[in-house]
């Protein structure tokens, strides 16, 4: 196993007195490094988390591609929020849903991207923090009420977050608060917060626009992928999506 400054884990080779192997406990340890055989304390790269006592990141988590909602799911999560009263809430998932973006950029939105003198945009853009890309998205008639319902409340100028920190009120609020705020939505309405996350927001109107048109491009658009490929990997689409899109048009 490679290590930090070209260091070579090497285990079984016989040295007396170099630490204890840690594939078989009745052999001895050493690395070999750039200028010849290093000690190496039980055989294991102080690198790995492991050495340390900490578990891997992804202990207990299941990873790979959060799930999308599904229409009934997005209306059950918009009456919880409704009836609990959480008007910023409201507002940042319908956002969230119709924007498509990435958490990073949801949570910088600021009022002047959002507004156009006393009313909501219809549409606007964003320039995307991980591609550096603009892309552009629709805010239709359910998501401007409730925009236009939090910034009133809000007040604020157009140079000022439109969900701001409430630890920081200069600042936005975080990607962090975002994700726990996914979790709690989604666990009110009896889905499993392990299967969602922030991207399951970003990924349902694409998703079902995909599943309404098949029309992969745009989707690339929408998403502001760089390469279909990307759009193809993210949405998930398989040999399946593809029959069923064949068999559906008849000539």
Known sequence: MMVASGMLDVSCNGRKGVGKCHLDPGHDCFSWGRFGPEENTMGISQYDPAAAGRP?????KQVGAKRALKIKQIWSIRFYLDREGRMRDRALFDLAIDSKLR???LVKIKIGTLVAGPTIRERSMVV????????QF??????RGSLLAWLERRGGSTDDYAFPSRVDPAGHLSTRQY???VDEWVTAIDLRPEEYGTHSLRRTKASIIYKATGNLRAIQILLGHSKIENTVRYLGVDVDDALSLSEATEI
């Open 56 to 60: 891997a990141w992804n202990a207990g």
């Open 179 to 181: 994700a726990r705020l």
């Open 138 to 143: 629709e805010i239709t008639t359910d998501a």
């Open 103 to 105: 958490g990073c950029d």
């Open 128 to 135: 995307q923090q991980k591609t550096g890309r603009p892309v």
